[in-house]
C-alpha cells in the first residue's frame, strides 16, 4: 500500500515551493521583467491548498513523486495566471495579493498577461509530461477535465459571470452559480485531475463530483466573508472591493449570518459525499478528509487573524 502523504507536512510544503521555482516558464534571453513577475509568483504562492491535494492524491494513487509535482505545479500555475488576470485594471483593478503589491503593479499590465499566459502555457506542458506513459484513457480523461474546468464551463465562463454581475439581477442563485464556474472550477480540477489515476467507479465518481461543488461554494463563502470582514493586512488582498465593484458576494447577497449557515450546511454536505468515498473505496480516498478539516477552519482562521491584526 502507498503510504499516506499528508496535505500540511512541513516536507511536502518545501518540496512543492521548491518545485513551483524549478518548473517555472524558463528560455536564454528571456526579457527581464517578464522574469521577475513569473519569479514573484512562484515566490508567494499563497496557503497552496489546491497543490497540496494534487500532490498528495498523485502520491496515493501511485504517480510518483516526480510527475506528482509536475501535476501539483501546473494546477497552481492555472491558478496563479488566474489571479494575475484577475487582479488587472480592466478586472478587479486590485492592489495587494499574497501580501505583496499585484504583479501587474509592480511589473506592468503587459507584462502581467504575458506571465499569466506563460503560466498557462507551461502548466499543459507539465500535465503532458507527467501523464505520457498513463493509458489513453486516463490521458483523454485528464484532458477533459482540464477543457471542462478552465473553459468556458468553468473558470473563464465563470470570470465572464462575474465582470457582467453589476448587470444582472445580483441574485444568490447567480452568485453561486460564479462560484461554482471560478473557484468551484479550481476545485474541480485540483480533485479530479489526480483522481483519474485512480479511476473511480460511477458510485466515487458521483460523489466525487458532487464533492468539488460543496467545497467550491464553501471556500468561496469563506472568501466572501474575509473581503467583507477582513482588512488588506489580515486578507493578504485588497479587501472591500466585491462590495466597491458590485461583485459576486454571498456574504453581501446573504447577509453575514445566512452565509455562515450555509457555509456550516455545505460542511455537513461535503462529509457526507466523503463518507460515501470511503465505504466505496476504502482508505485510497481518505486524503480528502484533511483539505475539508482544513477548508472548514478558513473562517476561523479570518477572525482569529483579524482579532490579531486589531
Not at 518545501?14 to 522574469?35: D, F, I, K, N
Not at 458521483?206 to 467583507?228: E, H, P, T
Request: proline share 4%; aromatic share 4%.
Amino acid at each position: 500500500m502507498t503510504r499516506p502523504c499528508s496535505l500540511f507536512a512541513a516536507t511536502h510544503e518545501r518540496a512543492l515551493r521548491a518545485a513551483l521555482h524549478r518548473h517555472l516558464p524558463a528560455a536564454a534571453q528571456a526579457e527581464p521583467r517578464l522574469v521577475a513577475a513569473l519569479a514573484q509568483g512562484a515566490a508567494h504562492p499563497g496557503k497552496l491548498l489546491r497543490g497540496r491535494l494534487v500532490l498528495a492524491a498523485a502520491h496515493r494513487h501511485g504517480l510518483g513523486a516526480r510527475r506528482a509535482s509536475k501535476i501539483a505545479c501546473a494546477v497552481e500555475y492555472f491558478h496563479t495566471s488566474s489571479l494575475l488576470l484577475d487582479d488587472l485594471p480592466c478586472m478587479d483593478d486590485a492592489v495587494v495579493r499574497r501580501g505583496q503589491p499585484c504583479v501587474h503593479r509592480r511589473h506592468g499590465e503587459a507584462t502581467a498577461i504575458l506571465a499569466a499566459l506563460a503560466l498557462i502555457n507551461r502548466a499543459y506542458a507539465l500535465v503532458g509530461e507527467a501523464l505520457v506513459t498513463q493509458p489513453l484513457r486516463v490521458r483523454a480523461r485528464a484532458v477533459a477535465w482540464l477543457d471542462r474546468s478552465l473553459g468556458l464551463a468553468g473558470l473563464v465562463g465563470g470570470q465572464a459571470w462575474d465582470l457582467a454581475f453589476a448587470r444582472s439581477t445580483r441574485s444568490p442563485a447567480l452568485v453561486s452559480r460564479i462560484a461554482a464556474g471560478k473557484t468551484g472550477a479550481l476545485f474541480v480540477l485540483a480533485v479530479q485531475l489526480p483522481a483519474t489515476l485512480a479511476r473511480p467507479s460511477r458510485a466515487e465518481q458521483r460523489a466525487l463530483d458532487a464533492l468539488c461543488i460543496y467545497w467550491g461554494q464553501l471556500y468561496q463563502i469563506a472568501d466572501d466573508l474575509s473581503d467583507v470582514t477582513a482588512c488588506t493586512a489580515v486578507s493578504g488582498k485588497t479587501s472591500g472591493r466585491d462590495r466597491q465593484l458590485a461583485r459576486p458576494n454571498l456574504a453581501v447577497a446573504l447577509g453575514s449570518a445566512r452565509a455562515q449557515a450555509r457555509l456550516v450546511r455545505l460542511s455537513g454536505q461535503a462529509e457526507r459525499a466523503l463518507t460515501t468515498l470511503r465505504a466505496r473505496g476504502g482508505g485510497r480516498w481518505d486524503y480528502l478528509w484533511e483539505l475539508h478539516a482544513a477548508l472548514v477552519r478558513l473562517p476561523a482562521a479570518h477572525v482569529e487573524a483579524q482579532h490579531h491584526a486589531a
